[in-house]
């Protein structure tokens, strides 16, 4: 398995859920590791802050905070029809989202609570296009079963797309990063604040585009 938890995680996670009813969904810092040599190699936390706050709309547009192996939910918020059958790869993003939709807070404890163990063979490094289609997937059934976040949920899809056009971009491909990113300001160009910027690096010539770049 990839996942290993540390001594006290759960004493930890049940004492912050016990201290208001309303906490719904948490997590913790994790650290990930070399699967061979052993070695720390980063904090989940430097792939985005940890966060707190209350609802979906801050997971739809930013994502979830926190590594699967350290979230806990409250058992009185869990779906009723458990993980979406529709999803393959990235089935706990939505999982997360249908936890909070009732307006529970979500937060984390303090402390290194679990390993995620890196190795080659990471769905994350080897099924990424069936996790793109899995976000698009996720949102798309956001915006028929919420329609009260619909709103949020086209910023969400901008983001990714955005996300994507900037991927390419950072490849080489300034044709294709031009039209991921139109299809962002198309969907809500008010998502991404740096998007006109991102557009107008993919207009220059590339050696003024790197050092720009680097700059942003």
Excluded at 40 to 62: C, E, N, Q, V
Excluded at 85 to 98: A, E, H, P
């Amino acid at each position: 398995g990839e996942d290993l938890f540390l001594p006290g995680k759960l004493s930890a996670q049940v004492a912050w859920l016990e201290a208001r009813e309303q906490r719904t969904f948490w997590g913790h810092e994790v650290e990930h590791f070399d699967s061979a040599s052993g070695a720390t190699l980063k904090l989940h936390s430097k792939l985005g802050p940890m966060r707190a706050g209350a609802g979906a709309a801050d997971f739809i547009y930013r994502g979830c905070p926190f590594a699967s192996v350290s979230v806990m939910v409250r058992r009185a918020a869990l779906p009723p029809k458990g993980m979406s059958t529709r999803l393959r790869t990235v089935l706990d993003w939505k999982f997360s989202i249908d936890a909070l939709v009732g307006g529970g807070e979500f937060g984390y404890v303090d402390g290194v609570l679990a390993r995620y163990r890196v190795h080659p063979t990471n769905v994350i490094n080897t099924h990424s296009e069936e996790m793109w289609l899995d976000v698009m997937t996720t949102l798309s059934l956001l915006e028929a079963e919420q329609p009260q976040l619909a709103r949020v949920v086209r910023c969400g899809r901008a983001r990714s797309v955005y996300r994507r056009g900037i991927r390419r971009l950072q490849a080489g491909d300034t044709a294709g990063a031009r039209a991921w990113l139109e299809a962002a300001a198309a969907e809500d160009l008010t998502a991404v604040p740096k998007l006109p910027a991102w557009y107008a690096l993919a207009h220059l010539p590339e050696s003024l585009r790197q050092r720009l770049s680097k700059r942003r």
